[in-house]
């Protein structure tokens, strides 16, 4: 449960601040620490899904668990400053069996803890731990309401697995009298499962979700187009031009509130600019080495902002984001 101090506001102050004030003078100023961070409990993933790094197996970086005595150690130095703990990066959060015990963890320093799950791992014992834990926030991807359609995308998943581990939690969230977490069906709006959005709807009402969210799906192969682009413009990150080629909807402008406000930590340690960087491209630092203070402020973080300032569009990770900068644009 999220605890709000008079030092976590003084920091979102800080940090707020200095990015409008790197926006007006175009050179990158950073005051306070990351208020959200995210931290990958495991890069391993039961499901194959066809855009994802660890569905495909394609990472070139390390592979593993997040220890618990390093996630301890990161915690202690940074729940002063957090609002927000999101578990999740690459990979099933559940798989990595000390998950349930670093969210409690976390949950107990007051910091507002998030996870995403494909939902595979929600049995009664896991749903009730989750309820137990404190957790905030859980989402839950189901991109169909029908077992064919659903496993178009989720290769080698089952729904009515799925759908009973959101069941289960539900019932414990009831049994225990808590309000959280928060749930939400997740549905990645693809050409194969767009005509079941409304059934998505009607799932989350039957089951008792909390919220459904409609996700635009990132296609790495989507220039010359791809069967996953969705047919329905809304939900589409890609425009069909005149050539018909495809290219990104949106215009990259040079700022990125999330390099001022939040970053990524794998597994091992390293410290990344966001969760666009998949396979850690961009290592901003290792904070099995150093604290994250001094990553935050030295000159490859300070490099990476600088660049931001001169042409997101010359940075790979940038060029297929629809994030970053679409609040605060």
């Not at 609002?83 to 910091?111: D, T, W």
């Not at 069906?185 to 079941?196: A, D, G, K, T, Y």
């Not at 509130?257 to 600019?273: E, F, Q, R, S, Y």
Request: hydrophobic content about 35%; aromatic content about 12%; proline content about 5%.
């Amino acid at each position: 449960m999220l605890l709000v101090t008079p030092r976590k506001i003084w920091n979102a102050a800080k940090v707020l601040s200095s990015y409008y004030l790197t926006r007006l003078l175009q050179r990158p100023i950073q005051w306070g620490l990351p208020f959200t961070l995210s931290i990958e409990p495991t890069t391993a993933c039961n499901l194959r899904c066809p855009e994802c790094p660890s569905g495909l197996r394609a990472f070139t970086r390390p592979t593993g668990n997040l220890r618990p005595d390093f996630f301890r150690r990161t915690i202690d130095d940074l729940y002063r400053d957090l609002y927000f703990l999101i578990f999740y990066f690459q990979g099933e959060p559940y798989i990595n069996p000390e998950f349930l015990n670093m969210v409690k963890y976390a949950s107990k320093r007051g910091i507002y803890t998030i996870t995403s799950t494909n939902g595979h791992f929600l049995s009664e014992e896991n749903a009730r731990q989750t309820v137990e834990s404190g957790l905030d926030r859980l989402i839950i991807s189901v991109d169909g309401s029908t077992q064919e359609v659903y496993e178009q995308y989720r290769k080698s998943g089952k729904l009515e697995i799925v759908l009973q581990g959101a069941r289960n939690v539900v019932k414990w969230k009831k049994q225990l009298g808590s309000k959280t977490p928060h749930l939400i069906f997740q549905f990645l709006v693809v050409r194969p499962n767009e005509h079941q959005i409304p059934d998505i709807y009607r799932l989350a009402r039957e089951i008792g979700i909390d919220e459904v969210k409609l996700k635009t799906a990132q296609i790495y192969d989507y220039a010359q187009g791809n069967p996953l682009i969705p047919s329905i413009d809304q939900y589409s990150r890609y425009r069909q031009t005149e050539d018909g080629s495809y290219r990104i909807k949106n215009r990259l402008l040079n700022h990125c509130w999330k390099l001022w406000h939040a970053c990524v930590i794998t597994w091992d340690g390293m410290v990344v600019p966001c969760c666009f960087d998949k396979d850690a491209k961009y290592r901003m630092g290792n904070l099995q080495e150093q604290s994250l203070r001094e990553v935050w402020q030295q000159k490859p973080y300070q490099d990476f902002r600088k660049n931001i300032l001169k042409g997101r569009d010359q940075i790979d990770i940038c060029t297929n984001c629809t994030e970053g900068c679409k609040v605060w644009a």
